[in-house]
């Protein structure tokens, strides 16, 4: 069973900063890519960043790219997402999931595990 926690959220004001925490008891944590995804009251979930096993490979979606860095520790079994400038429209719950494999997904359908979530507020 493979269980993810996420930490970090809260309120803060446009423009501000958050970092976003994800730990994992995969022990196999190294060998898979790592997701984060996001869900707005009344919207579907989105994808927001994804890693992959190594590290080596990044996406984003278009309306975090340049504000938004998803990193991971493999000694820690973590994954964060940093997020700066951020906008009213970012306000939603961040949730991180495991991927199927070790390639960086952006559908939430290729992930087989995931976190209860961590609200972000973001107020104009």
């Known amino acids: 069973q493979v269980h993810l926690v996420e930490s970090g959220g809260g309120l803060v004001q446009a423009g501000g900063s958050l970092r976003l925490s994800c730990a994992t008891s995969?022990?196999?944590?190294?060998?898979?890519?790592m997701g984060w995804f996001r869900q707005a009251p009344g919207k579907e979930r989105e994808f927001v960043a994804s890693?992959?096993?190594?590290?080596?490979?990044?996406n984003y979606a278009d309306s975090v790219k340049g504000r938004f860095t998803i990193s991971r520790d493999g000694a820690e079994n973590r994954v964060y997402l940093q997020m700066t400038n951020l906008k009213a429209e970012d306000t939603a719950v961040y949730s991180c999931?495991?991927?199927?494999?070790?390639?960086?997904?952006?559908?939430?359908?290729?992930?087989?595990?995931w976190g209860q979530g961590t609200q972000v507020t973001v107020s104009s």
């Open positions: 995969e022990r196999t944590f190294n060998s898979y890519a």
């Open positions: 890693i992959s096993w190594s590290g080596g490979a990044t």
């Open positions: 999931a495991t991927a199927k494999s070790g390639f960086p997904y952006t559908s939430w359908a290729s992930y087989a595990y």
